[in-house]
């Protein structure tokens, strides 16, 4: 495929590839189920009888009411830029300058962003790691109530659930917690869009008390890229708050196309959710039934059932996570041999394992198709290690940050002076303030040696952190 294509041609020519999509947007480009009829003939602005978004009280507001209703909340708000737009409004909403806040370590970085440009003094719950899969358990309900207690008039809680490789926690437990200390629970359920329409799923985060939850449809349902909704239940979840803040964070020129691709959705699910949920569950015990051979690769959470000890409350088995230490690779090595081997995209790698998302709209053959993928690595790993390794895109230019460059090689001790992330997931690996780990550097050099895309809040160049070294002094602003 040329980089002298144009866009449209670009996105044509890889639609009809015929690449697996193992990843969000939960559509698959599935136009067999959804139809092509979207956009250009539909695409307008807010012509009378259309409605306002940022005052719904026309054809909008019946969208809003459609998905309180099929979500269970009291509210809900139709978000046209993601979950990022959601929680942006939300954070903003439920605090006020500088005052404290609970949220988990692994919380996503908009949700960092938020705490940045409101001024907030976060109290951080670090969920552990599982010694299995490298993967983020749960949020303990214990931590939440020893954390609220160390955050003097702590205005809200955030939590991440389910998170991106699927672990899902106990809201029911932590929101009777929030609440009985009068704190709103701010729930990021932005892999989590498909919960709670089947037994076979965990329960959605607002039906389990949660005030405000905020949802990326478009990641795991049938959705067009940015839809998303934000829902608020109960007195702690200030809606009217909510809703002006959306102003603030979300285009005052939103896309009916991705209006409608949320109405759509919705009406699908109201439609025929048993039998779309009744075939994913079909097509997930028949993708487990295949791969309970695997040898060598492991899936999170298949075959085994939940442990209560393990540090995961609850499992999304929509994700089909595939660890890869049981082969000494990395799950960019596996990422990369289902590319290039076997025509499958997964959605995100990270060091030891490879996410993949299932939803309504993948065929059964698409799950052969994974399976029979990972049969193959399995019996043979050596492809693992002779693959193609990514290479490394260019290093940006460097804008000086405020505080100083400490090489990575170096900056074990220091305290980060700015956030340092990977896209995907864009949780972060260190967190401005932090004082520096070993680990977190020996992630940085494996993503950094696999290509991946490695950011920095205040834009440092490659191999560098802004940082204060152990013996510096703080450094003063002018
Ligand atoms: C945990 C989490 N929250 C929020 C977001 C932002 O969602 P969106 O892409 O819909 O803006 C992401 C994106 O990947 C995420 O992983």
Redesign the pocket.
Known sequence: MGDNVGLYEKLRMYSESGAVPMHVPGHKRNVGLLGAHLPYGIDITELPGFDNLHDMRGVLRSVAERAAALYGSERAFPLV???????LAAVRALTSRGDCVVMARN??M??YSAVEMNGLRPVVMAPRTDARFGISCCVDPGEVDEAISKAPGCALVII?SP??EGVVSDVRAISGITRSRGVPLLV?C??GAHLGFSDFFPKSAIREGADVV?T?L??TLPALT?C?LALASGPLSRPGDIARELAVFQTSSPSYVLLASIDECLALLDTRRDELFGALEGNLRHFDARVAGLRSLRIVCRGGGLDSRSGFYGYDPGKIVVCTRGVGASGAALAEALRSGHGIETEMSASDYVVAVATVCDSRERFDALADALISIDRSPGVLRCGKTPSHPPSPPAPPPTGGLVPLAEAEGATALEHVWAY????PIIVSGEVISAAALREISRLAAEGASLRTSSGSPAGFVAARRANQAPATRL
């Open positions: 830029n993601g979950s990022t737009g959601g929680l919380c996503h908009s949700v991440t998170t991106y990021d932005a892999h905020v990326s478009h990641k940015q998303a995907p997931p864009g949780t």
